[in-house]
């Protein structure tokens, strides 16, 4: 029975997941490819260079949920190839022309627009039948319970039994349960197979993603010499404004002491007392730098304590869930750690939620962490954001960052870093 109802839930869970993909997610797709399709063919006109990018943004967006889902919902990770917009695209007419341009030229577009095909008629029949399998039993029970008295006159077909008696409906039962018992063995794996045609068709080419791998890491580890460069200055500038000024102060003061020792006994002792007080902060600011620069539980406990003891800071409810069989490098629990916390700080400064919930997992040599709260929602990678900053730290490690935050919550940061545990 534990069995049974152990694998009940999950395969309840997916097929309502496989009904909403294919009914939202229908209706979805049909609407985008149609405006793509109409606001492309306006270009000529002059109209579709104002449309487009919004339209194509939209498709971009509902490529980038479908992504979200399938990490979370079936743990199949989907790339993100999108080409980046460079930095100085000028404004008006002819900067909407440079961005048409662009989304137009970048491959990844015209995958997203083929996937809205597939996704409106296979990719919809795949969640149909996560969702039938579940539900079509329902009707072989009523069917059973009395309904078969309705088709007396003529039998109802239900699957490939006529009902139209007491003995047939309890048959159509019997097909039912089997169906059912069916079902949840092929709900969840027929999710996971709408997930996995999204990734055939949505996935870049080996080639054009092992380009794509060599330019974003190139432009990350030109981003990692210019971050590595500005922390050292911070550091140097901590240093130099904080526990260095207490020490060469407190340097003066022993000299001091020295001198008054035997003339002022009172007044060395006013003086070693301050310089006791300055080395104290002296050290309290070196903790600090230090803990900044690569915190003692992280190094000492693993990425896993670490997150808890910085849950364990927050202002609000929270929840980490760990499993993570070993660790990974130090570089790679450095970044996750710092971009964890980053995360946390944004939902304590804008998200007013009051609770969040960390996951932290390793799977197909894939380090996964999602950060969820409850609060209002909106957030989104953009220049200057949080978000961003994370988006470039794991950049550095060929990891990729995707962000769920509808108005009215919640958000969810997904983040994924490749690595093996040790």
């Given amino acids: 029975m534990k069995v049974f109802s152990g694998r009940l ?4 869970v997916a097929a309502g997941r496989g009904l909403y993909l294919a009914v939202v997610g229908l209706a979805v797709s049909i609407t985008l490819f149609v405006l793509s399709v109409v606001s492309i063919s306006f270009i000529l006109l002059g109209i579709g260079v104002f449309t487009t990018p919004v339209v194509l943004e939209a498709v971009r967006k509902h490529a980038n949920q479908r992504r979200l889902w399938a990490v979370t919902w079936s743990d199949v990770r989907i790339p993100v190839p999108y080409r980046p917009f460079p930095k100085d695209l000028r404004p008006g007419v002819t900067g909407q022309v440079e961005r048409t341009t662009l989304m137009l030229k970048d491959p990844a577009t015209w995958r997203d627009l083929r996937w809205l095909l597939v ?21 072989g029970l009523v069917l059973a319970a009395g309904l078969w008295r309705v088709f007396q006159d003529q039998p109802y077909w239900y699957g490939f039994v006529p009902v139209d008696s007491q003995a047939t ?24 197979s709408h997930f996995l045609l999204a990734r055939r068709v949505l996935a870049p080419a080996r080639d054009e993603e092992l380009a794509q791998r060599v330019e974003r890491l190139t432009e990350t580890r030109h981003e990692a010499v210019d971050t590595a460069a500005a922390e050292l200055r911070r550091i140097e500038r901590d240093l130099h404004d904080g526990a260095q000024a207490r020490l060469v102060a407190m340097g003066m003061n022993l000299g001091t002491i020295e001198a008054l020792i035997e003339k002022d006994p009172a007044q060395a002792k006013r003086l070693l007392a301050m310089a006791r007080e300055s080395s104290a902060e002296a050290l309290t600011e070196l903790r600090d730098l230090v803990r900044g620069i690569h915190p003692p539980v992280l190094a ?30 130090a570089p790679v629990e450095s970044a996750a750690y710092f971009a964890v916390s980053e995360a946390l700080t944004n939902t304590v ?15 197909e040599g894939m380090l996964r962490i999602s ?15 949080g978000l961003s900053g994370i988006e470039r730290r794991l950049g550095t490690f060929d990891g ?21 545990l040790s």
Avoid at 9 to 12: D, E
Avoid at 349 to 363: G, Q
């Fill in 169 to 192: 409906g309890i048959a159509a039962l019997a097909l039912g349960i089997v169906i059912f018992h069916l079902g949840m063995r092929a709900s969840e794996p027929l999710l996971r």
């Fill in 400 to 420: 990729v960052l995707a962000v769920s935050s509808p108005a009215g919550g919640p958000t969810m940061v997904t983040m994924e870093i490749p690595c093996e």
């Fill in 9 to 12: 839930r999950p395969s309840m």
């Fill in 300 to 329: 000492e406990r693993g990425l896993g304590d670490a997150v808890r003891a910085l849950a364990l800071r927050l202002p609000v409810a929270s929840e980490v869930t760990v499993e993570l069989p070993g660790r990974a490098e």
């Fill in 349 to 363: 400064k804008h998200a007013e939620a009051e609770r969040v919930y960390v996951d932290l997992h390793h799977a």
């Fill in 119 to 139: 996704d409106m008629t296979a990719g919809t029949t795949l969640g149909i039948l996560a969702a039938a399998l579940m539900i079509y039993p329902v009707e």
């Fill in 371 to 385: 950060v969820t709260d409850d609060g209002r929602g909106g957030a989104a990678v953009g220049p200057g954001s």
